[in-house]
């Protein structure tokens, strides 16, 4: 079963009447099992089976969470998109 988790964010700018939006995700798989390790306020990380990993996303290093880290992707291009309304 294929899984994804996925970050949306919208930023509505009312004088200009415009918005950006930003989408980010990351792929993975449902296994039958989940992960043993469940992180407080995080339970959906030991569902999640990242093939290119060959692991739980609740096993993943503090190195592997951010190269693949959906939410900060997210982040930075949002501020990317920020700029032009800065001017």
Excluded: W
């Excluded at 964010?9 to 296994?31: A, C, L, N």
Aim: glycine content about 2%; hydrophobic content about 35%; aromatic content about 14%.
């Amino acid at each position: 079963r294929r899984a994804r988790f996925r970050t949306v964010v919208v930023v509505y700018f009312p004088k200009e009447k415009d918005y950006i939006t930003v989408e980010r995700s990351i792929e993975g798989m449902v296994p039958k099992k989940q992960s043993e390790k469940i992180i407080p306020h995080f339970p959906y990380r030991s569902v999640l089976f990242l093939p290119d990993f060959k692991k739980y996303y609740a096993d993943l290093t503090e190195e592997e969470l951010d190269v693949i880290d959906h939410r900060k992707a997210a982040c930075r291009e949002l501020l990317l998109k920020f700029e032009p309304y800065l001017n």
